[in-house]
């Protein structure tokens, strides 16, 4: 019992010295993660971001939820690089109205070299905190384009005053509150005017030029900008924490189905889908698959310049090769279709901003699977309306069948058809085992003749 007894004490004394240690030790280790969370405090946080391709919402939603991420994370600066052709309007708004709104101060950079930020890039370049180029870069050429179908159309003058004078106005409310060049900014608009990186920082519509990123934060390190609010912001960028922010995984995939060339052939897969689905009722997975198709299409044409004479090109090859497999033609319906649907798909996204479409190989790879297909489908269509019936009365008319009992003309006797037992009237006389044929049906009575 005593033994016991100082064993319980013995451990019980192991185990106090145990605790003891162990609540000695926690508020050191909780040193620890403040040492570390300072030593992250004490280096700057920048946010990179990128503009590349042409203005449009996903880029739009992109940029907006790369700055709200920099504010969350409590960034100095959020760095945006761009190299941009110019957008669409609405979209460049949206990023400049977030790019003012910024708790975060924004530079935008048109880097790297030979990157121009054109169009709807040279509002988005001077609406931000810091504007900077690099050396080899252009921007401005900022006249509003309306376009119909993927081209610009003509306007009447009061339309045309009334668009070009919105778009001063725009460019001024932001670019005087930036310190830079309204009057020169405003050729830009009216005039078409670009500017070389020099020329650009020569007239004060940007603030430096830099030839990298790290020549970019050290020119800015302990530089005092003014925000849009007119507060005045000192930036500390030494040893700094680059981060860069991607595209999300949605924003990629949307991204995907906005080129040309996937555009192409989902409004193909489309198509295909349900034509394949009209031809063979009850098949359902070609109907699925060219319905899902067919709504990202919609989704990209909504975005994209989509030239509508393209459009039509392509349907007219469609109905090129429906032709081709109902009459003969010897290929040459076909060849039409080709040459159709190649065209159509040169023709389906043109932009005034820029030379992307639909690549050539893309259009043939596309292209001539379709036509032997759609080809193909059509010729099973009308092959199958010659199929004699399956089941049914017509089934059995022409069926041959052999006389069980006799068949004295003009009364009845019994036929086995297909293994089964009919009775059957014929005008002329049939001995037993005799083959005849159906020629009429009666209820359940044939009509046959003998076979010759």
């Avoid at 054109?118 to 810091?130: E, H, N, R, T, V």
């Avoid at 005039?191 to 430096?208: H, N, P, R, S």
């Avoid at 030029?209 to 005045?232: P, Y």
């Avoid at 190989?361 to 099973?380: C, D, I, K, N, Q």
Wanted: charged share 20%; hydrophobic share 50%.
């Amino acid at each position: 019992m005593s033994f016991h007894r100082a064993l319980f004490h013995r451990d019980w004394s192991v185990t106090r010295r145990i605790l003891v240690t162990a609540l000695c030790a926690a508020p050191m280790l909780s040193l620890f993660p403040s040492a570390f969370a300072d030593e992250h405090a004490s280096n700057p946080v920048i946010l990179e971001l990128k503009i590349e391709g042409e203005v449009e919402p996903i880029l739009a939603t992109y940029i907006d939820e790369g700055l709200a991420a920099a504010a969350s994370r409590h960034a100095s600066l959020v760095v945006i690089t761009m190299d941009t052709p110019g957008g669409l309007s609405d979209s460049m708004k949206d990023i400049i109205q977030h790019i003012l709104a910024s708790q975060v101060p924004v530079a935008v950079y048109v880097y790297p070299t030979g990157a121009r930020g054109a169009s709807a890039g040279f509002f988005i370049l001077l609406c931000a905190d810091i504007a900077a180029m690099a050396p080899g870069t252009h921007t401005g050429a900022a006249s509003p384009i309306i376009g119909v179908g993927g081209y610009p159309v003509a306007i009447d003058e009061t339309l045309r005053r009334k668009i070009m004078n919105d778009a001063q106005a725009f460019l001024r409310s932001f670019a005087e509150k930036r310190g830079r060049n309204p009057k020169l900014a405003e050729t830009a608009v009216t005039e078409a005017k670009a500017f070389t990186e020099k020329e650009a920082l020569d007239g004060k519509l940007i603030d430096l030029v830099a030839s990298s990123e790290d020549d970019l934060l050290r020119q800015l390190n302990g530089r005092e900008i003014s925000r849009f609010d007119g507060s005045k912001t000192k930036l500390a960028l030494a040893n700094p924490v680059r981060v860069p922010f991607e595209l999300s995984a949605r924003q990629k995939f949307l991204s995907r189905i906005v080129e040309p060339d996937i555009f192409f052939i989902l409004l193909i897969l489309g198509v295909l889908g349900l034509y394949t689905e009209f031809t063979h009722p009850g098949v359902v997975a070609p109907g699925v698959v060219g319905g899902i198709c067919m709504v990202l299409a919609l989704y990209a044409m909504h975005i994209l310049p989509v030239n509508l004479a393209g459009v039509f090109l392509i349907l007219l090859a469609l109905a090129l090769f429906i032709l081709e497999a109902k009459f003969t033609s010897h290929g040459v319906l076909a060849a039409g279709g080709i040459v159709s649907m190649v065209l159509g798909a040169m023709f389906l996204i043109r932009s005034p901003l820029t030379a992307g479409g639909v690549s050539l190989g893309v259009a043939l790879a596309v292209t001539l699977p379709f036509a032997a297909l759609t080809v193909l489908l059509m010729r099973l269509v009308l092959r199958s309306r010659a199929w004699k019936p399956q089941t049914g009365p017509e089934e059995m008319i022409g069926a041959q069948g052999t006389v069980v009992t006799p068949l004295p003309g003009g009364a009845e006797g019994m036929i086995r058809v297909h293994g089964e037992l009919w009775r059957a009237i014929s005008n002329q006389p049939v001995p037993e085992g005799k083959p005849v044929r159906v020629v009429k049906m009666d209820g359940l009575k044939l009509y046959v003749e003998p076979v010759v």
